[in-house]
């Protein structure tokens, strides 16, 4: 696959997990809102809870860009070819 393609494809996933964060959020808070009852005593907002969804999200946009960053700066451009350049062994298809 051309290196450029692959960019692509990595900045679009990335870009699609922080979108989902963006839309989640939104969601969250206007749920939170619509919610008459009180969570704690004293009337703490709970707006600005994180939650192991939106975790899952903030990091996952981070942890593909640098995994990504990683592979290339250790492999080199040959990274975007993928496994296609090195032969699979049984060990690489689950064999045991």
């Given at each position: ?7 692509a ?27 008459h ?18 975790t ?41």
């Open positions: 696959m051309e290196l450029a393609r692959v960019d494809l990595v900045n679009g996933l990335a870009d699609a997990f922080e979108s989902g964060l963006d839309f989640y959020t939104k969601w969250k808070k206007k749920l939170e809102a619509q919610n009852y009180r969570r704690h005593e004293g009337g703490a907002s709970t707006t600005a809870s994180k939650d192991a969804i939106s899952s999200l903030d990091m996952s946009s981070h942890r593909i860009r640098s995994t990504y960053q990683v592979g290339f700066a250790l492999i080199g451009p040959d990274f975007s070819a993928g496994d296609g350049l090195f032969p699979r062994t049984p060990f690489m298809m689950g064999a045991s």
